[in-house]
C-alpha cells in the first residue's frame, strides 16, 4: 500500500474511532444517569472480573506508560501503541508492551482531566503515588465518561463541561476546545 493510502487509510480510522467512541460515550452517560444496567461483551483485554464488576467498554487508546526502551543509549522512544483498554464499573485495564495486565481502580483516582476536543481527546487520572497516567486517542470517550461519573456522580454525566462534545449532534465538526476548558480535578468544585 502506498502512503497516500495508507495515511487515508489512518484518517478513515481515526475519524470512525472517533464517531463510535463519542456514540459509546454518549450512551454509556445516558445509562448512567439513568442508572441504568450495562454490561458489554465480548471482550479481548482477558481480565478475569470480580463478583459484581461489569463491563462498560473496550476502547482502544495510547496509554503514556506503554512505551519500549531505546534498543540503544540514546536511541529513539518508540511511542506507545494503540492497544485495547477495558472500561469497568471498578476499574480500567490493559495488556501493554510488556504483556502484563495493568490496571487502576477507580476508587483510587483522586482528580481528573478529560479532553475530548477532536484531534486532543486525552483522559488524565491523578492516583496517589502514581506517575501521571494519561490515555490519548480518538476511542477514549467512554473512560472520559467513566472517570467523570466515578468522580463526579450521575448529574455530571449531562453537566460536567468536560462531556460537552458528547452532547454535540451527532455530525458535528467537533468541540474545539475554544468554548471553555474540558480539565476538571476532584475537589474544583465541577
Do not use: C
Request: hydrophobic content about 40%; charged content about 20%; overall charge neutral.
Amino acid at each position: 500500500m502506498s502512503r497516500h493510502k495508507d495515511g487515508r487509510a489512518w484518517a478513515q480510522w481515526i475519524e470512525a474511532t472517533r464517531e463510535q467512541a463519542r456514540a459509546s460515550g454518549r450512551a454509556l452517560a445516558m445509562d448512567l444517569y439513568h442508572r441504568r444496567e450495562i454490561a458489554v461483551r465480548p471482550y479481548r483485554v482477558g481480565l478475569v472480573l470480580g463478583a459484581y464488576e461489569r463491563v462498560w467498554a473496550e476502547v482502544p487508546v495510547q496509554f503514556n506508560l506503554d512505551f519500549a526502551p531505546p534498543a540503544r543509549p540514546n536511541g529513539p522512544v518508540v511511542p506507545p501503541q494503540i492497544r485495547p483498554w477495558l472500561v469497568t464499573s471498578e476499574r480500567v485495564v490493559g495488556r501493554l508492551l510488556d504483556d502484563r495486565l495493568h490496571g487502576y481502580r477507580w476508587e483510587s483516582v483522586v482528580g481528573a482531566r478529560v479532553d475530548l476536543a477532536t484531534g486532543r481527546e486525552a483522559v488524565t487520572l491523578d492516583i496517589e503515588n502514581e506517575p501521571t497516567l494519561i490515555w490519548s486517542g480518538p476511542g477514549v470517550a467512554p473512560m472520559a465518561v467513566a472517570a467523570v461519573f466515578h468522580l463526579y456522580g450521575p448529574v455530571a454525566m449531562i453537566e460536567h463541561p468536560g462531556l460537552v462534545p458528547l452532547r454535540l449532534p451527532s455530525g458535528d465538526p467537533g468541540y474545539s476546545g475554544e468554548q471553555g476548558y474540558g480539565g476538571t480535578y476532584a475537589g474544583d468544585g465541577q
